[in-house]
């Protein structure tokens, strides 16, 4: 059977839990299913996030990862929920889930998923602190996680 | 005979505006009629370019009326 990938950009607060139901329910032929959910830090400090897209390159650029990442493992399928917008912290920023036969495939795909989505995806963040908004430089460290795997 | 600039993320603060209208031409010339801070700016290196949604990496683009080219800093992830 042919993998299934869900790719979405969401513009408005998603449920991790219902998105995560429906993908486990779409796949019960699969062994396992691995899904990483990113949130908004709760640190006291950032009162909100937002991402930025860019509406021409940030779903296709989503879209093309997904199929790479099902042309590297054994997966039933792939779900990849990424917000754009103003957050609150402690809301979902992205969820990635994979399913697959066996479980390492599925963790596999998912760290992979994720790594690339952090430091290739055609998003901008910035974070407001103090009633102010600051622009966020990439990190080294999402380069290195990324490096991983090349 | 007008063209848009886009420009994502800080580089929109720097412009004070998410996109401009400029008049169209070679990309030269439509960057001399910014601020230079501006400009130097979008030239860095680690800005990437995108024509009508399309990434490019022709820095002698002439845009013509009705195109839109974006200016794209550095990602910094989900």
């Known amino acids: 059977m042919e993998a299934r990938l869900e790719i979405r950009l969401a513009l408005a607060p998603f449920d991790p839990a219902t998105e995560l139901a429906a993908f486990t329910a779409a796949h019960p032929q699969a062994?396992?299913?691995?899904?990483?959910?990113?949130?908004?830090?709760?640190?006291?400090?950032?009162?909100?996030?937002?991402?930025?897209?860019?509406?021409?390159?940030?779903?296709?650029?989503?879209?093309?990862?997904?199929?790479?990442?099902?042309?590297?493992?054994?997966?039933?399928?792939l779900l990849i929920v990424h917000r754009a917008g103003t957050m609150a912290p402690g809301e979902p920023i992205v969820l990635v889930a994979a399913a697959a036969r066996h479980r390492r495939d599925a963790f596999a795909a998912a760290d992979f998923a994720m790594d690339h989505l952090k430091s290739e995806s055609w998003f901008w963040k910035r974070e407001k602190r103090a009633g102010q908004w600051h622009w966020i430089e990439p990190r080294e460290q999402d380069y290195a996680d990324k490096a991983r795997w090349s | 005979m007008k063209a848009r600039l886009v420009f994502l993320g800080k580089l929109a603060d720097l412009a004070g505006a998410g996109e401009i209208e400029v008049?169209?031409?070679?990309?030269?010339?439509?960057?001399?009629?910014?601020?230079?801070?501006?400009?130097?700016?979008?030239?860095?290196?680690?800005?990437?370019?995108?024509l009508n949604g399309e990434i490019t990496a022709d820095r002698a683009v002439v845009l013509g009326a009705g195109d839109e080219l974006a200016f794209l800093p550095p990602v910094s992830g989900g």
């Open chain 2, 23 to 50: 008049a169209s031409g070679p990309l030269e010339a439509v960057l001399a009629t910014l601020s230079p801070s501006l400009a130097v700016e979008l030239l860095g290196e680690r800005v990437r370019m995108a």
């Open chain 1, 31 to 77: 062994g396992g299913v691995v899904s990483f959910l990113g949130q908004v830090r709760a640190d006291g400090v950032v009162e909100a996030l937002e991402l930025q897209h860019f509406a021409p390159l940030t779903l296709p650029g989503m879209e093309a990862l997904g199929r790479a990442v099902l042309a590297s493992w054994a997966l039933d399928g």
